[in-house]
């Protein structure tokens, strides 16, 4: 209207102050909201969707990660490990077994040579033949042998017909004698001499001393008669034992050559249906193994299949080898079937003792004390894993010691109310993997410890 003055404009408003600090000061209010931020990033250009698809990313990735390090973190809490592992402690029986390794031989095994050298002419017997005492083996070559034979027994009859001239000889010598004699008696000495009468005599002698000698070489050529027939029985090999032959080194037409040593010409074993298991014994077992223990033992050649036997004898010699002292001990196998061989390598386990209805426990619970546990299980940091450390000269002692001063013999730890404690036991029979146990506070299902869990990272 007119006459009235005009409204005052309003005036603007003051411009906010910016304060010369850091950089860091102008940051985002915050009283700014959610709705304010997402709507500034939507008043934006097309420029700025890059930027608010990378911010949104990020988010996301937080979130997730988030979740999967909680989720993580709950699930170690479920799983965790409890801090010993125990075993329930059970009755049972333990068995000390002797394992000793070895080979198969025969029960008695023959080497068949030769006395002669010759030609071989026939071979009878082949590896694995089936043999009985005194069939031919082999023959050799006797032409040569055969002629000195009756060479011999020539020589036999010419000492012979030298006895019977030398026979007559020495009873012409008596009868010159005696007529000698007759002849000086009816003289009075007169026909015949003293030196005559002494000549008969000494004639009569010599005849009996060459026909002594003349039967000395008849039975001379006797003998080399019989020592040229014995050496044609000779030139036939023949079997000395009821047996399998093993070994065969002899070939029709093969020269037979002896010298100081007969040529091993055929091995036989003896009843291959029974056998020996000849077996090392380590020095510290020999003490348990004595006769007529049973045993098993298994070979490569049958590794499903296990065979019964028996000791037969240990030795009481040693043997040295590589500085390890072993007693040799024969084992009696039975061989029915013949699936063993001989040189075949075994492995036999000799039972040596056993105990029935004890407490047995694990080897791991006889080692085990809480404080080498906690020592073996307990994390070091990087450093000192990768800094070598001087080490201690002395193990200081533990709560568990203390309140358990068991420092001599042997002790098993059980678990009772989440903590360690010492029961001393004493040891008995053991296989190495389990071992007798004795002792006052020992009881069916008692918790023993093994061993310690390493902590959960």
């Known amino acids: 209207m007119k006459g009235q003055p005009p409204s005052p404009e309003p005036e603007p408003a003051a411009a906010p102050e910016v304060s ?5 000061a102008v940051k985002t209010s915050p009283a700014v909201t959610a709705t304010d931020l997402a709507a500034a990033i939507q008043s934006g250009g097309p420029g700025k969707h890059l930027k608010r698809n990378l911010l949104l990313g990020l988010l996301l990735l937080a979130a997730v990660g988030g979740s999967w ?12 490990l409890p801090p010993f592992v125990t075993v329930k402690l059970a009755r049972g029986e333990v068995h000390l077994v002797i394992t000793a390794t070895g080979t198969l031989d025969p029960t008695n095994e023959v080497t068949v040579g030769s006395e002669l050298s010759g030609i071989t002419l026939e071979v009878n017997a082949d590896i694995n033949d089936r043999v009985t005492k005194g069939q031919p083996l082999a023959k050799l070559d ?14 036999v009859r010419a000492a012979q017909a030298k006895v019977e001239q030398i026979e007559a000889t020495v009873r012409e010598s008596i009868a010159n004698l005696a007529r000698q004699q007759n002849l000086r008696k009816l003289s009075n000495g007169m026909a015949t001499t003293k030196s005559d009468l ?55 037409g093969q020269t037979v050559v002896v010298s100081f040593t007969a040529p091993q010409l055929f091995i036989i074993a003896e009843s291959p249906e029974k056998m020996k298991l000849n077996v090392a014994i380590a020095e510290a077992d020999i003490g348990r ?34 500085n390890v002292v072993t007693y040799l001990a024969e084992l009696e196998v039975s061989n029915v079937d013949l699936s063993l061989r ?15 209805d ?39 002692p533990t709560v568990a010691d203390e309140e358990n001063p068991v420092s001599e013999g042997h002790r098993i730890w059980v678990l009772r109310d989440g903590t360690p404690e010492a029961i001393p036991v004493t040891i008995g029979l053991s296989d190495g993997r ?24």
């Open 358 to 396: 004890i407490f047995i426990a694990q080897a791991a619970a006889l080692r085990f004390t809480p404080a080498n546990a906690v020592a073996a299980t307990a994390k070091k940091p990087f450093l000192l894993n990768i800094i070598p450390m001087p080490g201690r000269g002395s193990k200081r």
């Open 198 to 252: 002494d000549t008969a005599v000494a004639s009569a002698d010599r005849a009996k001393a060459d026909l002594l000698s003349a039967e000395a070489e008849v039975g001379t050529a006797q003998a080399q008669v019989k020592i040229n027939e014995n050496d044609l029985t000779k030139a036939v090999i023949k079997s000395p034992i009821d047996g399998v032959v093993l070994t065969r080194n002899l070939e029709p």
């Open 20 to 24: 010369a600090q850091s950089p860091s």
């Open 69 to 80: 390090f909680w989720w993580q973190r709950s699930q170690r809490r479920q799983h965790q």
């Open 289 to 322: 193994v004595a006769m007529g223990q049973a045993s098993t033992f298994t070979v490569d050649a049958w590794p499903d299949r296990s065979y019964i036997a028996k000791v037969s004898r240990v030795a009481y010699g040693s043997e040295v080898k590589d």
């Open 142 to 155: 006797t032409s040569r042998l055969t002629q000195q034979t009756e060479s011999s027994r020539a020589n």
């Open 434 to 457: 389990h071992t007798g146990v004795t002792g006052e506070g020992l009881v069916e299902n008692l918790n023993i410890i093994i061993r310690a869990n390493a902590p959960a990272s």
């Open 342 to 356: 001989p040189g075949m390598t075994a492995t036999a386990d000799i039972p040596v003792a056993e105990a029935r």
